[in-house]
């Protein structure tokens, strides 16, 4: 075993369609020493039994009775995570080769990372929510902490749960996910990775993320009242996250 060992943390729900393939995606990136632990939220498909047909050891799977949600679903695989680099992956993007090396370098030097990601069937960057040029992450605001948060509470910050992972020395104070925390945990994880400036931006794209009628975060824009209940409650878990 040589160099850091690295967790991937995936929830999983409904996913029989794409999670074989997202699965393969991340095997082809990690190295024998690395695991992927994967816990399914109560899944009413074959999701569970394709996944459990997956012949590699390094491969983890808890199938859980009841439904809680994606946020405390990702929590408890985060809690399970032996390695000393925890990545978070959805259940139906695909990973770009490369992506292990560029985090573990990153997080050589900063606490929590996130990278840009892609549209996996055109190859477009995401769309900006307002002006729709590429929405990038740059890496030259990594250390604009204040100035990122302020980004995430207004909505026009591109950090994704499936690009961002964190150093396992900072779980502690990651985890336990706010109770006040219904969704957006990634934002929860940027939050207080921005909050302490140990946040690192990796230009690279290392995600081409699918796009489908099921994706667990919206793709179209939601209505005044949901968009304001969800900004109160990540400037709730800011003040959380400078706390920690």
Avoid at 121 to 133: C, E, K, N, Q, W
Wanted: net charge positive; glycine share 6%; charged share 25%.
């Amino acid at each position: 075993m040589s160099g850091p060992r690295v967790s991937v943390c995936m929830a999983t729900y409904n996913g029989e369609r794409f999670v074989r393939a997202q699965v393969a995606s991340i095997l082809d990136e990690l190295q024998p020493q690395d695991e992927l632990v994967i816990v399914d939220d109560a899944s009413r498909d074959s999701t569970v039994r394709v996944l459990q047909g997956i012949d590699d050891p390094r491969v983890i799977v808890r199938a859980r009775e009841v439904n809680r949600g994606y946020v405390r679903t990702f929590e408890e695989a985060i809690s399970l995570a032996t390695g000393d680099i925890i990545l978070l992956s959805d259940q139906d993007d695909v990973w770009v080769p490369g992506r292990r090396e560029l985090f573990v370098a990153a997080l050589a030097e900063a606490e929590v990372a996130a990278s840009n990601l892609e549209l996996l069937d055109s190859g477009d960057p995401l769309p900006h929510p307002i002006t729709r040029r590429p929405w990038r992450l740059r890496a030259d605001q990594s250390a604009q902490g204040l100035r990122n948060n302020l980004r995430i509470l207004a909505g026009v910050a591109p950090y994704y749960g499936c690009a961002m992972g964190f150093r396992r020395d900072v779980r502690e104070r990651i985890l336990p996910f706010p109770g006040l925390l219904t969704e957006s945990h990634d934002l929860w994880i940027a939050l207080f990775g921005n909050a302490h400036r140990t946040m690192r931006h990796i230009e690279s794209v290392t995600i081409r993320r699918r796009i489908h009628d099921a994706n667990a975060s919206p793709s179209r824009p939601r209505g005044i009242g949901p968009v304001l209940k969800a900004r109160v409650m990540l400037l709730r878990a800011w003040v959380t996250a400078r706390s920690r």
